[in-house]
T-cell receptor
């Protein structure tokens, strides 16, 4: 059973378009992290969210943590080819526990 | 460069051979994690250390896998009698876990890509 689901699995858009990707869990978790990973490299942390309803912005990226702390979304405004990559969410169920990753959303932004 | 480093970056081996990977975490990070990632999937947790103590090991991890962090700094992951199904990217991450912080932030290395022929 997949603890974390991410949708869509694949997304291909044109430069300048907006997009939203989602991360959903059947369980409540204490914190959630979003990463971007490029081929042949390790994931790079984008943001950590810990409070239900929290919204964080990182330039053109907006991250939202659901009120019930079971879901999260990542919205990218005016996507650029440099945004291309695998977007992963990871949850930590409690302090001191391991992290569980979702399967990722593979984004391709075409020039 | 003070990030997480992993060696080797690539390893090709024949089935049945033993392999060992090394991870050097960010200095003073007390936690070190190992993950395995196959094509098209997210990283899968294998094990993690707090200082030199191995606190958790995935039930998916067979007894052919062993990890150590002898002095609470670098770590090694050994796979004995490799199988073709072991082919994957092996990722290491480190973090500084602070109790009052409630969560810790992982920083990943570039990974070691293992190919078992």
């Amino acid at each position: 059973t997949q603890l974390l689901e991410q949708s869509p699995q694949f997304l291909s858009i044109q430069e300048g378009e907006n997009l939203t990707v989602y991360c959903n869990s059947s369980s409540v978790f204490s914190s959630l992290q979003w990463y971007r990973q490029e081929p042949g490299e390790g994931p790079v942390l984008l943001v950590t969210v810990v409070t239900g309803g929290e919204v964080k912005k990182l330039k053109r990226l907006t991250f939202q943590f659901g009120d019930a702390r079971k879901d999260s979304s990542l919205h990218i405004t005016a996507a650029q080819p440099g945004d291309t990559g695998l977007y992963l969410c990871a949850l930590q169920r409690g302090y001191g526990q391991n992290f569980v990753f979702g399967p990722g959303t593979r984004l391709s932004v075409l020039p | 460069d003070t990030g997480v480093s992993q060696n080797p970056r690539h390893k090709i081996t024949k089935r049945g051979q033993n392999v060992t990977f090394r991870c050097d975490p960010i200095s003073e990070h007390n936690r070190l994690y190992w993950y395995r990632q196959t094509l098209g999937q997210g990283p899968e947790f294998l094990t993690y250390f707090q200082n030199e103590a191995q606190l958790e090991k995935s039930r998916l991890l067979s007894d052919r896998f062993s990890a150590e962090r002898p002095k609470g700094s670098f770590s090694t992951l050994e796979i004995q009698r490799t199988e073709q199904g072991d082919s994957a990217m092996y990722l290491c991450a480190s973090s500084l876990a602070i109790i009052l912080q409630g969560s810790d932030t992982q920083y990943f290395g570039p990974g070691t890509r293992l190919t078992v022929l």
